[in-house]
């Protein structure tokens, strides 16, 4: 693999930019199998196989995608990353996955265009209020940036913010957490993909698992529209269609399956230069670099796997909008897309050994899993090379619907589910 | 947008139902037999099917009653509506057989 640099810009840009290499290789599977076979090839998968190779010395590894890299919910999102989350195991986890973000574009040379702007959270009633100053001070505790804005504060942070007491839901000040922001989704999962493979990872698209198979209980490898591969170890990182695929081994999940959309707006000029979340009057927003604005609402309330999303969380979505910035009423809407969450009944992830033995599960991020990617596939990588669970995501087993400490996040979630 | 058949109120729009999840879930009978694993079993795990799924819905803007609805999750196709109590069997009868009622083919993907 060449490196990216101002000499490679340099040396491709005198030849047309026709003289690339390609940032992976497409393999198809492999007739001796491999030591771990990944199912789904999101920015979590990618980075689980790159961290198998980089941290664990695990190099015989194949991602399995059924269609495109990031073609699910990694290339879906609205991109925001932030570390902001109530309890001790989650705010260990995220802020790990944060630090990651910080180093990425240098670690995988990959520019995945992280924009630390600032993630402000409003509060519009006095129950947001103390919600919010409960969160700060608990990250606080963790170590983690944060910090309560007033009502003004919020306008001097972002200007074009309407404070006006006079509306449905003022906003009666805010959250901020300056370290987090944004990166490009898509550069997320290329740059996982690029430096995986660069490592030894097969990358093979276009390959949908039809079958877990196993033999005495154990999985010895997956059926696909490819033929059988061979697996010593397989992990199911498929977001939407998790409890799909884990069904294909026999085993339950707590999750269910939810419609989640987005929109972009026609491209403007610079207006916003942070993200802004409601969790009261639902939207979350920010700009691309392309001037777009970039917006997501809230979970069809009832289960789904059309890539879609119901028209009616869009008007609520824009009239959240209107509310906090009616500078926008003007603004035209460019296109919208679906992507299929898997939400647990706790909001926080699975990443977990099953109790079938070899096959390993990575599910459950619900509406927030993007920023925590490369935390994910640490995590989940040291998992299935141990066969244990790392320290930070000891308490995101299976096991805790049982013993019932789960681990209550939607609140910090940001998302109406 | 969905068009759900209410029972009682004839076709509305979705905007004026309640999600009531996963339909045919009983309580247990003797909850203080149940072990942990049971327990999450009941409170926790559910069938998330592509395709048909059995679920609870309840037209809470109009006569607030509660009734079953089998959709496909991946059209969002109304396959049948049907009172609480009704079969759990996967449809195989006409929808107006088992509800009495007319009963548009189609809820619209949105
Ligand atoms: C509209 C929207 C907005 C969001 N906004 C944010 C946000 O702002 N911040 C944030 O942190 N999170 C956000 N999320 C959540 C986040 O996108 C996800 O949690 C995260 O991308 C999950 O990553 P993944 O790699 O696990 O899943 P995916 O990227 O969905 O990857 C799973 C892959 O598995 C593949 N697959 C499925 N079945 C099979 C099979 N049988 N065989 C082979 N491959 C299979 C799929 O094709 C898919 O590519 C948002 C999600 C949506 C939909
Ligand atoms: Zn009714």
């Known amino acids: 693999m060449a490196k990216y640099s101002i000499f490679s810009l340099v040396k491709n840009a005198a030849s047309h930019h026709q003289n690339w290499d390609r940032a992976w290789r497409d393999n198809r599977p492999k007739a001796d199998g491999y030591d771990v076979v990944i199912i789904g090839g999101g920015g979590h998968g990618l980075a689980t196989a790159y961290y198998l190779a980089k941290e664990h010395g695990i190099t015989n590894v194949a991602v399995i995608e059924r269609s495109w890299l990031g073609g699910g919910n990694t290339g879906r999102n609205t991109t925001i990353i932030r570390s902001n989350y109530l309890w001790d195991e989650s705010a260990a986890l995220y802020e790990k996955s944060l630090q990651l973000y910080e180093g990425l574009s240098q670690e995988l040379n990959y520019n995945i265009m992280f924009s630390q702007r600032g993630v402000l959270n409003l509060a519009h009633n006095l129950g947001d209020v103390r919600e919010g100053m409960r969160r700060v001070n608990a990250l606080r505790l963790n170590g983690i940036d944060s910090e309560w804005m007033t009502a003004e504060q919020v306008k001097e942070f972002c200007p074009i913010i309407n404070i006006s007491k006079d509306v449905r839901y003022p906003i009666m000040g805010g959250t901020l957490q300056r370290r987090a922001g944004t990166a490009r989704h898509d550069a997320v999962a290329w740059g996982f993909a690029r430096a995986a493979s660069a490592r030894g990872v097969d990358i093979i698209q276009n390959c949908e698992v039809t079958g877990i198979r196993r033999e005495n209980g154990k999985v010895v490898g997956v059926e696909t529209s490819m033929g059988f591969v061979k697996a010593g170890k397989v992990g199911i990182v498929a977001a939407g269609h998790s409890s799909v695929v884990a069904g294909m081994a026999d085993l339950r999940l707590p999750v269910e399956s939810h419609p989640l959309q987005a929109l972009v707006s026609e491209p403007v000029k610079p207006v916003i230069d942070c993200v802004v979340m409601s969790n009261t009057v639902h939207v979350y927003v920010s700009q691309s670099d392309k001037g777009e604005l970039v917006m997501g609402a809230g979970i069809d309330a009832y289960t789904g796997y059309g890539q879609r999303g119901s028209f009616h969380v869009i008007e609520h979505q824009m009239g959240a909008l209107l509310e906090l910035f009616p500078i926008f009423s003007r603004l035209r809407m460019l296109r919208q897309w679906g992507g299929i969450v898997d939400v647990c009944p706790d909001a926080s992830p699975i990443i977990s050994k099953t109790p079938v033995e070899n096959l390993f599960i990575n599910c459950g991020w619900g509406t927030g899993g993007f920023k925590a990617t490369p935390g994910s596939g640490f995590v989940f990588a040291h998992t299935i090379a141990r066969g244990e669970p790392h320290a930070l995501n000891a308490a995101f087993g299976l096991e805790r619907f049982t013993t019932g400490h789960l681990i209550d996040e939607h609140g910090a979630a940001a998302v109406a589910h | ?110």
């Open chain 2, 1 to 110: 947008m969905l068009l759900i058949n209410c029972p009682w109120c004839g076709p509305r729009d979705e905007t004026e139902f309640g999600y009531g999840g996963e339909a045919h879930r009983a309580r247990p009978t003797d909850p203080s037999s149940l072990g942990d694993a049971e327990w999450a079993e009941f409170l926790f795990m559910r069938t998330n099917p592509k395709g048909a799924h059995r679920e609870r819905w309840v037209h809470s803007h109009g006569c607030r009653r509660w009734f079953n609805v089998e959709r496909h999750t991946v059209t969002n196709q109304i396959l049948r509506v049907y009172p609480i109590g009704g079969t759990d069997a996967v449809a195989d009868q006409p929808v107006e057989e088992a509800v009495g009622t007319k009963e548009p083919r189609q809820g619209s993907g949105s």
